[in-house]
C-alpha cells in the first residue's frame, strides 16, 4: 500500500535552555525590533514574570487572567493592547495565559514571545478557545501561533508536583488524540509518541524528585512534541469531550484531560491496533491501556470527574453536547449511549 499524506509543519522558533529564559526573552525583543511590550502573567506568576523580564522594557503588565478564557477578558486585554500601542505580546504562564495572549493576537495581528511555566502545550499551536455563556468556542488561526517559544524548566519547579502530574497528562492528552484526529498522519504520529516516550520517562522523575530539573526537561520536551503533533492532526474525540465539559461545567483544563484520557484510549484502542501498537511502544508495554494505566498508577494520578466539579445528574446533558462534534474519523463509531457510559466510568473513577 502506497504512504500518502498532505503534511503542513507550522513555522516557529523555538529556544530550549534551562535557566536562559530572561536573555533569550530579551534576545528575541530585539530580533524582532519591539519598542512596546504587553506582557500577561497572572497574578501568582507575578514574580516570576518580574524575573523573566528583568533585561527588557515592559509598557504594560496585564494579569486578569482566567481559565478557559472568557470573552469578557479577551476583550478587556485587547483594548489595552490598541491603547498602548503595543507591538509584541509576551505571556508568561500555563495555558490559561497563553490563551489570553492568543485571543489578543486573534484581533489584533500581534506577535506572541510565549514563555510556559506548565506542560500545556498551548504555545506551539494555532489553536484558540474562548469561552461565552458556558459554551467553549475553538478555531484554528495562524495569527495566534507564537512567533517564538521559549522554555526554560527552572520556570517550572515551582509548579507543585500534583499539577505537574496533570499538566503533563494534558500533553499525552494532546500525543493520544493526535494518533487518529482528522488529521492524523505519519510524520505527527511520529512525533506523538516520542512525546509519549518523553512524557512518561519526565513526569515519574517529578514524582520521585519535583526538584529534578532534567526530569522536568523531558516533560518540557515531550509536552511541545505532543502540541507540535496536535496542531497538524486537530482535535480528536479526547479534546472535544473535555472541551464541552471545560466550557459547559466550568471544569479544571488539565485534571479533566488527564482524568479522562484512560477512558477514551480504552474506547478507541480496539478499533485503531496500528495505533494502539504505536502508543504501546512507546510505554514499553504490552498494550497501549496498560502502558498508560501503569504510568498513571506510578504517578497518583487525576481519577474521578466527581472530585474536579461534574455533578452525575449532568451525564446525560453532557453526553448530548458532545455528540454532535465526535469527529467522523474517530476510529469507532461513538453512540450517545457510549458516551454516557465513558462519562460514568471517568465520574466515578472505575477501573479500564
Known amino acids: 500500500m502506497s504512504l500518502v499524506f498532505d503534511h ?3 513555522g516557529q522558533r523555538v529556544r530550549f535552555a534551562a535557566g536562559h ?56 486585554a485587547r483594548t489595552v493592547a490598541t491603547e498602548n500601542g503595543i507591538d509584541l505580546l509576551v505571556s508568561i504562564g500555563g495555558g490559561s495565559t497563553t490563551g489570553l495572549a492568543k485571543a489578543v493576537a486573534m484581533t489584533t ?45 527552572t520556570l517550572t519547579l515551582s509548579l507543585p508536583v500534583e499539577l505537574s502530574i496533570a499538566s503533563g497528562l494534558n500533553g499525552m492528552a494532546h500525543c493520544i488524540d493526535s494518533m487518529w484526529a482528522p488529521r492524523a498522519d505519519p510524520i505527527n504520529r511520529a512525533l ?8 512518561a520517562a519526565g513526569l515519574p522523575a517529578i514524582k520521585h524528585d519535583p526538584q529534578d530539573l532534567a526530569g522536568r526537561e523531558q516533560a518540557l520536551y515531550g509536552a511541545y512534541l505532543s502540541a507540535v503533533a496536535f496542531a497538524s492532526a486537530g482535535s480528536g474525540l479526547h479534546h472535544k469531550i473535555c472541551h464541552v465539559l471545560g466550557g459547559a461545567y ?18 478507541n484502542a480496539a478499533a485503531a491496533p496500528e495505533a494502539a501498537s504505536r502508543i504501546a511502544a512507546a510505554f514499553g508495554s504490552a498494550t497501549a491501556v496498560e502502558g498508560l494505566n501503569a504510568l498513571r498508577a506510578t504517578l497518583d494520578a487525576p481519577r474521578a470527574l ?31 449511549a457510549d458516551l454516557e457510559e465513558l462519562l460514568r466510568a471517568a465520574h466515578a473513577g472505575s477501573t479500564r
Open 109 to 153: 495581528g500581534l506577535p506572541i514571545v510565549a514563555v510556559p511555566t506548565t506542560y500545556a502545550g498551548s504555545e506551539a499551536t494555532n489553536v484558540w478557545g474562548l469561552t461565552e455563556s458556558a459554551r467553549k468556542t475553538t478555531g484554528v488561526d495562524d495569527k495566534v501561533l507564537p512567533t517564538t517559544v521559549i522554555y526554560d524548566a
Open 21 to 76: 529564559a530572561a536573555d533569550n526573552l530579551a534576545a528575541e525583543v530585539d530580533r524582532l525590533g519591539a519598542e512596546r511590550v504587553m506582557v500577561i502573567a497572572a497574578p501568582g506568576e507575578a514574580a516570576l514574570a518580574e524575573t523573566v523580564t528583568a533585561d527588557i522594557d515592559v509598557t504594560v503588565h496585564h494579569d486578569d487572567v482566567a481559565p478557559h478564557v472568557p470573552l469578557d477578558k479577551a476583550d478587556k
Open 306 to 336: 466527581q472530585d474536579y466539579g461534574l455533578a452525575e445528574e449532568n451525564i446525560p446533558e453532557a453526553a448530548e453536547k458532545i455528540l454532535p462534534v465526535v469527529p467522523e474519523t474517530n476510529p469507532r463509531a461513538v453512540s450517545r
Open 192 to 199: 506523538a509518541a516520542e512525546g509519549i516516550r518523553a512524557l
Open 250 to 267: 466550568d471544569m479544571p483544563h488539565a485534571e479533566t484531560h488527564a482524568t479522562v484520557l484512560p477512558y477514551v484510549l480504552a474506547l
Open 8 to 10: 503542513i509543519t507550522l
